[in-house]
């Protein structure tokens, strides 16, 4: 069951104990899911291993402790505009009594907040699962889902309960990015192409816009024209351009071998990255 948190000035500090909760009070059943509440204020998100945090060095003797947390298996949480993003939380530490339940909050720009908890499926770790999306939910007026402002770098808060009854509260255990999906097309003309011709190699970059469900011109960003010849596994870079003001891709260059050509984004710190499938050229003698 998901639940809102209270703001982090509310909460008991690491280190310091809380009042265990009363009987019947946490009962999802296996692992929840979360669900938003509403634009901006929300919104589970996203991608990425964060960073551990180790004991406080004066923690008292048998006192939890939250020793770091990893998000979606180490990778960033990338949102498109059509499809929800179920990705995992596991929080790990430990206890003399063993670890039992975890809540976990994560915070992004722009009042990005969201909260959901779980119970432990093992003495040193706690799983638990966010949904985000970025796409209206069906028949309500008022949809879940992010806004672009919320994309970028989001922390999170965890508070670990023990089995004998004690808690800790662990602030800004990690961060991790949350990104705004990148799409790449690509055409490569004239082909088939005579030897030592050149091609045009045109296409777009696109990114998810969170605010209006849609798709749309990435300006101004460095994309690499790369080429994989026949037979080959590799692509390398030829050159490096700019996306025009809609998004647009333009390079000329030389035909001297059959392959294949493609656009490839490294990505930004709010949008990831994308690769267009090659697009193969015959090049005759």
């Not at 009962?27 to 919104?43: E, F, S, T």
Request: proline share 6%.
């Amino acid at each position: 069951m998901s639940r809102y948190a209270a703001p982090l000035g509310d909460r008991p500090s690491g280190g310091h104990d809380i009042a265990a909760p009363t009987a019947g009070a946490r009962a999802p059943q296996g692992r929840p899911v979360g669900r938003g509440v509403g634009r901006g204020v929300v919104l589970g998100a996203v991608v990425v291993l964060l960073a551990g945090v180790g004991a406080p060095a004066d923690a008292a003797a048998g006192e939890p402790v939250v020793s770091g947390a990893t998000v979606n298996s180490g990778r960033d949480v990338v949102v498109g505009i059509t499809h929800d993003v179920v990705f995992p939380v596991t929080v790990g530490g430990s206890d003399d009594s063993g670890l039992s339940f975890v809540d976990v909050d994560l915070k992004g720009p722009h009042g990005g907040f969201y909260t959901t908890d779980a119970f432990c499926e093992s003495a040193t770790a706690c799983t638990t699962a966010f949904t985000v999306n970025a796409h209206p939910a069906p028949g309500s007026d008022d949809p879940v889902d992010l806004a672009n402002a919320n994309a970028g770098t989001w922390s999170v808060d965890a508070l670990a309960d023990a089995n004998d009854g004690e808690s800790v509260f662990a602030p800004r255990v990690g961060s991790f990015s949350l990104k705004r999906a990148a799409q790449l097309t690509v055409n490569a003309a004239p082909e088939p192409v005579t030897k030592g011709a050149r091609i045009t190699v045109t296409g777009k970059l696109v990114r998810a816009n969170w605010d209006t469900y849609r798709y749309a011109g990435y300006a101004g960003r460095t994309v690499q024209l790369q080429f994989r010849p026949k037979g080959s596994s590799t692509y390398t870079t030829v050159v490096a351009v700019r996306s025009s003001s809609t998004g647009t891709l333009r390079a000329t260059v030389k035909a001297v071998e059959d392959g294949y050509w493609r656009w490839n984004f490294t990505g930004t710190t709010t949008t990831g990255p994308a690769k267009a499938t090659g697009d193969y050229v015959d090049v005759r003698p």
